[in-house]
Protein backbone atom coordinates (compact mmCIF):
# COMPACT_ATOMS: atom_id res chain seq x y z
CA UNK A 1 0.00 0.00 0.00
CA UNK A 2 1.35 3.34 -1.16
CA UNK A 3 -0.22 6.75 0.16
CA UNK A 4 0.65 10.19 -1.17
CA UNK A 5 1.90 12.57 1.46
CA UNK A 6 -1.88 14.70 1.74
CA UNK A 7 -2.92 11.01 2.70
CA UNK A 8 -0.88 10.16 5.34
CA UNK A 9 -3.78 11.21 7.97
CA UNK A 10 -6.14 8.53 6.43
CA UNK A 11 -2.94 5.58 7.37
CA UNK A 12 -4.17 4.87 11.09
CA UNK A 13 -8.19 4.34 9.97
CA UNK A 14 -7.17 2.02 6.99
CA UNK A 15 -4.53 0.07 9.09
CA UNK A 16 -7.73 -0.31 11.87
CA UNK A 17 -9.79 -1.20 8.98
CA UNK A 18 -7.34 -4.06 7.22
CA UNK A 19 -6.58 -5.45 10.62
CA UNK A 20 -10.01 -6.38 11.64
CA UNK A 21 -10.96 -7.62 8.40
CA UNK A 22 -8.01 -10.36 8.70
CA UNK A 23 -6.30 -8.17 5.08
CA UNK A 24 -2.56 -8.41 5.65
CA UNK A 25 -1.03 -5.20 4.31
CA UNK A 26 2.15 -3.43 3.65
CA UNK A 27 3.47 0.16 3.56
CA UNK A 28 5.55 1.93 1.56
CA UNK A 29 6.58 5.67 3.05
CA UNK A 30 7.23 8.37 0.41
CA UNK A 31 10.48 8.37 1.61
CA UNK A 32 11.24 5.95 -0.82
CA UNK A 33 10.33 7.41 -3.79
CA UNK A 34 13.32 7.22 -5.06
CA UNK A 35 14.97 3.99 -3.41
CA UNK A 36 17.35 3.79 -0.58
CA UNK A 37 19.51 0.67 -0.77
CA UNK A 38 21.61 1.36 2.23
CA UNK A 39 18.19 1.83 4.45
CA UNK A 40 17.97 -1.08 7.45
CA UNK A 41 15.01 -1.69 9.43
CA UNK A 42 16.02 -0.02 13.32
CA UNK A 43 13.97 0.24 16.15
CA UNK A 44 13.95 2.72 19.14
CA UNK A 45 12.18 0.80 22.10
CA UNK A 46 9.25 -0.26 21.17
CA UNK A 47 8.93 2.09 17.77
CA UNK A 48 9.91 0.94 14.66
CA UNK A 49 12.65 2.77 12.76
CA UNK A 50 13.90 3.05 9.08
CA UNK A 51 17.95 3.87 9.55
CA UNK A 52 19.14 5.52 5.95
CA UNK A 53 22.59 4.98 6.57
CA UNK A 54 25.04 8.05 5.60
CA UNK A 55 27.16 6.93 2.94
CA UNK A 56 25.21 4.28 0.47
CA UNK A 57 29.37 2.74 -0.14
CA UNK A 58 30.73 0.81 2.67
CA UNK A 59 34.28 0.77 2.80
CA UNK A 60 35.24 -2.72 1.16
CA UNK A 61 33.49 -1.12 -1.59
CA UNK A 62 35.01 2.42 -1.86
CA UNK A 63 38.32 0.45 -2.06
CA UNK A 64 37.08 -1.85 -4.79
CA UNK A 65 35.85 0.98 -6.90
CA UNK A 66 39.24 2.82 -6.09
CA UNK A 67 41.69 -0.16 -7.00
CA UNK A 68 39.77 -0.15 -10.44
CA UNK A 69 39.59 3.59 -11.40
CA UNK A 70 43.74 3.63 -11.00
CA UNK A 71 43.71 0.18 -13.19
CA UNK A 72 41.59 1.88 -15.63
CA UNK A 73 43.39 5.02 -15.65
CA UNK A 74 46.70 3.69 -16.10
CA UNK A 75 45.46 1.77 -18.71
CA UNK A 76 43.89 4.12 -20.47
CA UNK A 77 46.83 6.58 -20.49
CA UNK A 78 49.12 4.08 -21.79
CA UNK A 79 47.51 2.98 -24.61
CA UNK A 80 46.30 6.28 -25.59
CA UNK A 81 49.44 8.36 -25.05
CA UNK A 82 50.71 8.26 -29.09
CA UNK A 83 47.07 9.47 -30.01
CA UNK A 84 46.63 11.92 -26.65
CA UNK A 85 50.05 13.51 -28.04
CA UNK A 86 48.56 14.23 -31.15
CA UNK A 87 45.65 15.97 -30.15
CA UNK A 88 47.84 17.96 -28.25
CA UNK A 89 49.58 19.25 -30.97
CA UNK A 90 46.62 20.25 -33.36
CA UNK A 91 45.07 22.21 -29.91
CA UNK A 92 48.37 24.46 -29.83
CA UNK A 93 49.11 24.27 -33.58
CA UNK A 94 45.43 25.39 -34.72
CA UNK A 95 44.78 28.12 -32.10
CA UNK A 96 46.49 30.17 -29.20
CA UNK A 97 46.51 29.26 -25.92
CA UNK A 98 47.15 26.43 -23.33
CA UNK A 99 46.88 23.11 -24.65
CA UNK A 100 44.82 21.87 -21.42
CA UNK A 101 42.16 24.24 -19.52
CA UNK A 102 41.70 23.88 -15.94
CA UNK A 103 38.98 24.38 -14.76
CA UNK A 104 37.56 24.53 -10.75
CA UNK A 105 34.91 21.75 -10.03
CA UNK A 106 33.09 20.38 -6.81
CA UNK A 107 33.60 17.00 -6.14
CA UNK A 108 33.45 14.62 -3.34
CA UNK A 109 30.85 15.79 -0.45
CA UNK A 110 31.94 19.24 -1.24
CA UNK A 111 35.75 19.11 -1.94
CA UNK A 112 36.87 21.69 -4.87
CA UNK A 113 39.28 20.50 -7.55
CA UNK A 114 40.73 21.23 -10.88
CA UNK A 115 39.59 19.44 -13.70
CA UNK A 116 41.82 19.00 -16.94
CA UNK A 117 40.50 19.00 -20.43
CA UNK A 118 41.82 19.37 -23.81
CA UNK A 119 41.20 23.44 -24.34
CA UNK A 120 38.38 23.12 -26.55
CA UNK A 121 37.50 26.84 -26.92
CA UNK A 122 38.99 30.18 -27.70
CA UNK A 123 41.48 31.60 -24.57
CA UNK A 124 38.72 34.17 -23.80
CA UNK A 125 36.13 31.61 -23.35
CA UNK A 126 34.97 32.27 -19.64
CA UNK A 127 34.89 36.25 -20.11
CA UNK A 128 32.62 36.02 -22.65
CA UNK A 129 30.20 33.66 -21.04
CA UNK A 130 27.73 36.08 -19.41
CA UNK A 131 27.20 37.72 -22.78
CA UNK A 132 25.76 33.85 -23.98
CA UNK A 133 23.44 33.26 -21.15
CA UNK A 134 20.54 34.01 -22.78
CA UNK A 135 20.88 31.15 -25.85
CA UNK A 136 21.32 28.95 -22.52
CA UNK A 137 19.28 25.34 -23.85
CA UNK A 138 19.54 23.56 -20.82
CA UNK A 139 17.52 23.53 -17.74
CA UNK A 140 18.05 24.32 -14.20
CA UNK A 141 21.72 24.68 -13.04
CA UNK A 142 23.21 23.37 -16.46
CA UNK A 143 24.69 25.63 -19.32
CA UNK A 144 24.60 24.22 -22.58
CA UNK A 145 24.23 25.40 -26.13
CA UNK A 146 24.27 23.97 -29.59
CA UNK A 147 27.27 25.55 -32.05
CA UNK A 148 28.82 26.90 -29.62
CA UNK A 149 31.01 30.17 -31.01
CA UNK A 150 33.57 29.58 -28.64
CA UNK A 151 34.73 26.27 -29.55
CA UNK A 152 37.75 25.98 -32.04
CA UNK A 153 37.52 23.95 -35.17
CA UNK A 154 39.67 21.43 -33.39
CA UNK A 155 37.65 21.96 -30.18
CA UNK A 156 34.57 21.11 -31.94
CA UNK A 157 35.66 17.78 -33.46
CA UNK A 158 37.24 16.77 -29.86
CA UNK A 159 33.92 17.42 -28.62
CA UNK A 160 31.69 15.45 -30.88
CA UNK A 161 34.34 12.54 -30.46
CA UNK A 162 34.58 12.99 -26.71
CA UNK A 163 38.69 13.28 -27.15
CA UNK A 164 38.76 16.31 -24.21
CA UNK A 165 37.81 14.22 -21.48
CA UNK A 166 40.55 12.30 -22.04
CA UNK A 167 42.80 14.08 -19.34
CA UNK A 168 40.49 13.59 -16.97
CA UNK A 169 41.96 9.87 -15.91
CA UNK A 170 45.34 11.82 -14.54
CA UNK A 171 41.88 13.47 -12.33
CA UNK A 172 41.01 9.52 -11.50
CA UNK A 173 44.77 9.02 -10.80
CA UNK A 174 45.05 11.68 -8.68
CA UNK A 175 41.70 10.81 -6.72
CA UNK A 176 39.97 13.78 -7.35
CA UNK A 177 37.76 11.81 -9.75
CA UNK A 178 36.61 8.33 -10.53
CA UNK A 179 35.90 6.77 -13.74
CA UNK A 180 32.21 6.30 -13.61
CA UNK A 181 30.50 8.70 -11.19
CA UNK A 182 28.19 11.86 -11.68
CA UNK A 183 29.58 14.88 -13.88
CA UNK A 184 31.39 17.24 -12.06
CA UNK A 185 29.09 20.88 -11.18
CA UNK A 186 30.73 24.04 -11.11
CA UNK A 187 31.02 25.89 -7.83
CA UNK A 188 28.14 28.17 -9.83
CA UNK A 189 25.88 25.58 -10.58
CA UNK A 190 26.64 24.38 -6.77
CA UNK A 191 25.19 28.06 -5.27
CA UNK A 192 21.79 27.44 -7.35
CA UNK A 193 20.79 23.69 -6.15
CA UNK A 194 18.16 22.99 -4.46
CA UNK A 195 18.47 20.61 -0.86
CA UNK A 196 17.23 17.52 -2.86
CA UNK A 197 20.28 17.97 -5.37
CA UNK A 198 23.07 17.87 -2.78
CA UNK A 199 23.11 13.92 -2.92
CA UNK A 200 25.03 14.10 -6.17
CA UNK A 201 28.09 15.16 -3.96
CA UNK A 202 27.81 12.09 -1.97
CA UNK A 203 29.95 10.26 -4.87
CA UNK A 204 33.15 10.44 -6.52
CA UNK A 205 32.50 12.65 -9.49
CA UNK A 206 33.18 10.40 -12.97
CA UNK A 207 34.25 10.89 -16.90
CA UNK A 208 31.31 9.19 -17.51
CA UNK A 209 27.81 8.51 -15.72
CA UNK A 210 24.32 7.09 -16.29
CA UNK A 211 23.81 10.82 -17.03
CA UNK A 212 26.11 10.80 -20.27
CA UNK A 213 24.86 7.02 -21.82
CA UNK A 214 21.12 7.70 -20.93
CA UNK A 215 20.67 10.94 -23.09
CA UNK A 216 24.00 13.40 -21.79
CA UNK A 217 22.84 16.90 -22.73
CA UNK A 218 19.49 16.16 -24.11
CA UNK A 219 17.96 15.37 -20.56
CA UNK A 220 17.11 18.34 -18.25
CA UNK A 221 19.16 18.55 -14.58
CA UNK A 222 16.16 17.07 -12.55
CA UNK A 223 16.46 14.16 -14.85
CA UNK A 224 20.18 13.87 -14.45
CA UNK A 225 19.81 14.32 -10.54
CA UNK A 226 17.15 11.61 -10.73
CA UNK A 227 19.93 9.07 -12.62
CA UNK A 228 22.92 10.08 -10.06
CA UNK A 229 20.92 9.66 -7.06
CA UNK A 230 19.81 6.25 -8.55
CA UNK A 231 23.35 5.30 -9.61
CA UNK A 232 24.59 5.93 -5.75
CA UNK A 233 22.44 4.04 -4.43
CA UNK A 234 23.32 1.12 -6.56
CA UNK A 235 26.29 0.88 -6.98
CA UNK A 236 28.27 -2.03 -8.21
CA UNK A 237 31.32 -3.06 -10.45
CA UNK A 238 28.53 -4.51 -12.99
CA UNK A 239 26.99 -1.28 -13.18
CA UNK A 240 29.54 0.17 -13.88
CA UNK A 241 30.66 -2.01 -16.29
CA UNK A 242 27.32 -1.71 -18.23
CA UNK A 243 27.84 2.08 -18.04
CA UNK A 244 31.77 2.16 -19.53
CA UNK A 245 30.46 -0.64 -22.35
CA UNK A 246 27.11 2.29 -23.14
CA UNK A 247 30.03 4.87 -23.17
CA UNK A 248 31.76 3.39 -25.97
CA UNK A 249 28.62 3.20 -28.12
CA UNK A 250 27.26 7.00 -27.23
CA UNK A 251 31.08 8.42 -28.33
CA UNK A 252 31.11 5.80 -31.61
CA UNK A 253 27.01 7.48 -32.12
CA UNK A 254 27.96 10.72 -30.61
CA UNK A 255 25.01 11.10 -29.01
CA UNK A 256 24.12 14.29 -27.34
CA UNK A 257 27.69 15.59 -27.58
CA UNK A 258 27.89 19.18 -28.16
Request: some cysteine; hydrophobic content about 45%.
Amino acid sequence: MALDPHEHHHLPRIASELSGAGVPFRVVPSLFEYGFKSATLAGFQEMPMVDLGVDPMDRVQRTLKRALDVATAALALSLTAPALLAVAAAVKLTSPGPVFFRQERVGHRGRHFQMLKFRTMVQDAETRLAELQTRNEAEGALFKIRADPRLTRVGAFLRAWSLDEFPQFWNVLRGDMSVVGPRPPLPREVETYKTQHHCRLKATPGITGLWQVSGRSDLSFDEMVKLDRYYIENWSVGLDLRILLKTAYVVLARKGAY
